[in-house]
């Protein structure tokens, strides 16, 4: 291994000082100088004189009887004439003070080396923190706060309440800690407007990498601890109900979820970007185009009950069914007398029901056809309130790839919240999708042969029922 000596930016004075220096150690031992530094002592005319004057200096130092006392003072790099006036010793800088979480000083060696002036601020910039404080107080009307968070007060209170034991930190000796409450405010006032850093760290007073740390902390928060609460697959008593409450809708008996996938837009990832790219989306843009995918299941009211997330965007819905969660539980057979309503990107199997896509449809056939694209609707519609709620999915999204999932999560799990405890939407924040559906042909789906029975025998009934409502009857 080599040892090299650190590269000093005057690496020839500095070591013509230390050379200097031990020369006067040789000289006090053997009286000899080496014909090296002998050389540089007699480069410069007078040195001589001045090296004696520095030395008889030295040995008057050191018939001084100096006697024991505790100096309070700081080492100080001696001048030219390494003067030693009791004057100019500098007394020792005082500690710290605090207050505030700002770490002040105030020093009489400020003024000497900075120029003069009022104290010195450490580890902390001011930045104003009046508008978060607005928002915070009791003052701050309720709809304005829903306006900016998307949810009200007191659901806003009681997120802070689930997520207090996993983002509280402690204070330290340097600053106070962030509290609870702001924290999770960077966090929803990030992901519902989708606005720079640079602007949410001026409204909340905080530096732009501490935001960025404080969305990504709450949003692994919010799936840690509240995504086993708010997303789940029902048991057994709930799914009776949503079963009734499907039936009422579409009259398609034991319809138990719609499922739906929508895209998220990113930044063309440097591994793999062959996989992300978005053949749609590029044609729509005219640009190269890069996503993401989450796909969900939702019950009637539009709450997810399943949601895979991460797969890339060019795989097909069908594909992304197939590799999730919920699809394997299917086939293990642990999910019985249970239907999905799915668009027609989806393949019609015993559990997914599809619409019809063939041409020349009969007058049964679009009449379900219509009920399914109502159970859809559904699905559709809780997408719509997912990217109208949280802006930050509407765009190219700048979240490195490896922690998109987690805030696309917190996305889902914040929407859920704010369906179940009835948070309506402004009518502006209203948000078209425009997902793009690849159909897949009937044949090329491997549709199941009793599937296909089950779908012809609902389409049946629903016509001779009453049910269907479409104009060719």
Known sequence: MEITSI?????????????????????NISGDIPTSKRRKLDGAAGEDSSLKEILNT???????????????????????????????????????????????????????????????????????????????????????????????????????????????????????????????????????????????????????????????????????????KFIQWPDKGRLEQIKTEFGSISGIPNVSGSIYTTHISIIAPKTSPAAYFNKKHTERNQKPSYSTTVQGVVDSRGVFTDVSIGYPGSMSDDKIWEKSALSQRFNMGQLKNISIVGGSGYPLLDWLLVPYTHQNKTWSQHSFNEKIGEVQMIAKDAFMRLKGRWACLQKRTEVKLQDLPVVLGACCVLHNICEINNETMDEDLKFDLFDDEIVVGENARGTSVNAAQVRDSIAHNLLHHSHGSTGFR
Request: charged letters at 25%; proline letters at 6%.
């Open 7 to 27: 590269p000093f930016p005057n690496q020839e004075d500095y070591s013509y000082f230390y050379s200097f220096f031990q020369d006067l150690d040789n000289n």
């Open 58 to 228: 030295f040995s008057f130092l050191d018939d001084q009887d100096i006697p024991s006392s505790n100096f309070d003072f700081d080492f100080k790099i001696p001048s030219s004439n390494f003067a030693m006036d009791s004057e100019e010793r500098v007394r020792k800088t005082p500690p710290p003070k605090f207050d505030g979480g700002v770490a002040a000083v105030d020093e009489a060696s400020s003024s000497q080396h900075h120029g003069g002036g009022g104290p010195r601020r450490l580890w902390v910039k001011e930045r104003s923190k009046a508008l978060w404080e607005h928002y915070n107080s009791d003052e701050c009307p309720d709809e304005e706060f829903k306006k900016v968070f998307r949810m009200s007060k007191a659901t806003f209170n009681m997120i802070c309440d689930e997520l207090d034991s996993a983002v509280t930190k402690k204070d330290t000796m340097l600053r106070l800690a962030i509290p609870v409450r702001q924290r999770v405010a960077v966090c929803l006032y990030r992901l519902a407007t989708g606005d720079p850093l640079r602007t949410v760290s001026s409204l909340f007073g905080l530096g732009i990498s501490t935001c960025h740390k404080l969305v990504l902390e709450v949003c692994a928060a919010i799936r840690t601890v509240l995504m086993p």
